[in-house]
């Protein structure tokens, strides 16, 4: 193992959980029983171990992991654990290579912890970074893929025992149809592991620094929550996160469709926002908000619903009439933000053709 | 290439899709496509060999293969030709298993062909037999899965490129579930080939003879045509089949549903039947006819309908108000008719648990 880079402590969990909770931006999955499980790995002695991009070397081979279903179905169907690992064997064995790190699909929700828990039981090195700064839906929706990764062999596994590789697979959409469906046949939930990615290619497409942002993030909030300080006013301050709205819940539409979790959310104002409406699409994560009919963020930019006392952030399934929230917005990394990546992240991505996507620094 | 057993030559491979068609009773896909398929290998020099059963050796590599899908998309969306090949070659990397001969899922319908274009693109034999001695709509429906053969790795592919392979399934009903939807995202039309069966096994669990079978009753069906005789009558007495019922299609519905097309066809009778109704429901094959609401024959024995003037086998899919048929019925080999097959095979793994099998015989 490296020496490089730095453990994950038991006292960082939580916090980590937290930021990383807050950067899924309403999806992702619920971190909390994710801690748990990486939790219960840590006191039994074994070592999560994180290292900075810099540190991979150019011809060894990193994994992307993570899990695919619907958020909602991950707060009943409790991951057996080894989910993510078994894919990733399943992948060494299709392609022949042999993974010397673990990379994030993406950082927000419980995929922070899937791939900090498949790296400890597999021996190795998680990298500090993710292929979204965010969550996203979709399996192509990863600055990896948007960047040309290889799209086959994946794999995909479930808690029983079986375990579907994709073996050939001729582009990235397909590889998401195919995960997708075999996802839900699943049960909803389930470890995805992509094809091996160099290092070097890794190095120059992955957002860069994410599980250590994450963690930042997760401290900002405890470390206010401690001093009773504003939470929300704090986390803005420490990341640069924009206020865009604060007010109370007054309908919530959330359907299971596909394998995804679909919906909208409707506020009415309060504050500085006192007589204004907002609203928030959803399709796992948050997608747009609209105030006063207008688009104010939208995807790929983050819109985080947080707790508006407490500064709990509040993934979509969790969100109920009546709930108090500040929304925030945090501007994506660049890498999400080229024509290229935009074309799969961008509004039209999602179903918005209408909209033409205008980064939150740019308003 | 083993000197035994028979070639198949351009002028056995109408009256072996005749044939085909039959045994599918009303299922398994139209094998007119497939026929033509096969006629343009055969016209290109490829050898197409059928060995028996006893052929086989003890410790030789038997592939299963079939295509999967609702038969109705079969007629619009053509194979490309290769999908059963390439997922035979996939399971033969998963598995480090070399095949040495192909046997058919089902003699029904269009997995008739396929597995004789597998061989004889991989230039080895097709075997003398089949897993149903007909044609069932689920993976899990063959002798092969029933008396145990291994479920994994199996492997799908289609037209396009993309390959999946069923790495570890934890037994047949699951491998059904993710075939299926894998094949229902491939556009309900793909080729599957199964875990690699032993010689030894493939001989003691396969429905012997069906090819050479399928051929015989294509060829009374072409020979009564030709002497202008009466074609249900010749299929009748040369194949010991029951004449059931002759009447004329008042209503039928069908639908497609999670990759199967389901529903029924009402007649009113004519001749012997004037003044009686039938009923008979429909999973992709004919599963159950009633005469005046008594049911007279079910799954797994056979249920089959043919144009009452020419004595065309009709799929379910050509199946159209007004047309005149004749509902005759094949008792199904003993292998299907064992309590651990009924349990896969019978009334009740079809939604009937309200029917108790009764063979034709004991009629």
Redesign the interface.
Same mark, same amino acid.
């Given at each position: 193992m490296r020496s490089d880079g730095y453990l994950i402590g038991e006292a960082d969990l939580v916090p980590l959980s937290l930021g990383a909770a807050l950067l899924g931006t309403g999806g992702g999955g619920n971190p909390y029983i994710g801690m748990l499980r990486a939790r219960e790995l840590v006191r039994k002695g074994a070592e999560i171990r994180v290292i900075p991009l810099e540190a991979l070397k150019d011809d060894e081979w990193v994994s992307e992991v993570g899990g695919i279903g619907a958020p909602v179905v991950g707060v009943e169907k409790v991951e057996e654990g080894g989910e993510c690992l078994r894919a990733m064997r399943?992948v060494e064995?299709?392609s022949g290579k042999r993974f010397s790190a673990v990379i994030s699909a993406e950082i927000g929700g419980s995929n922070a912890m899937e791939p900090l828990i498949a790296a400890a039981l597999a021996g190795i090195p998680a990298v500090d970074g993710d292929g979204m700064g965010r969550a996203f839906p979709e399996v192509q929706m990863t600055t990896y893929m948007i960047y040309g990764a290889d799209v086959s062999p994946a794999?995909i596994a479930d808690e029983?025992?079986?375990? $579907?590789?994709?073996?050939?697979?001729?582009d990235m959409y397909?590889l998401e149809?195919?995960a997708r469906?075999?996802a $839900?046949?699943m049960g909803a939930g389930a470890g995805l592991a992509v094809a091996p990615m160099r290092g070097d290619f890794v190095r120059r497409t992955a957002v860069p620094g994410t599980v250590t942002q994450a963690l930042s993030i997760g401290r900002t909030i405890l470390e206010a929550r401690a001093k009773r300080r504003n939470v929300v006013d704090e986390v803005c301050a420490s990341t640069g996160a924009r206020l865009c709205f604060t007010g109370k819940i007054t309908d919530i539409e959330r359907r299971l469709e596909g394998g995804f979790a679909r919906g909208s959310a409707k506020l009415v104002g309060s504050g500085a926002w006192n007589g204004s409406e907002a609203r928030i699409a959803i399709q796992n994560e948050n997608l747009v908000l609209w105030v006063d009919g207008e688009p104010v963020v939208m995807v790929p930019d983050l819109i985080i619903n947080l707790e508006l006392d407490t500064g709990e952030p509040l993934t979509t399934e969790v969100l109920r009439y009546g709930q108090r929230v500040a929304v925030i917005a945090l501007p994506v990394h660049d890498l999400l933000k080229t024509p290229q990546a935009l074309k799969v992240v961008g509004p039209a991505a999602f179903g918005y053709p209408e909209l033409t996507f205008k980064p939150l620094e740019a308003r």
């Open positions: 399943a064995e299709a794999a029983k025992g079986n375990v $579907v590789v994709f073996r050939n697979i001729i397909w149809r195919f469906d075999v $839900v046949g």
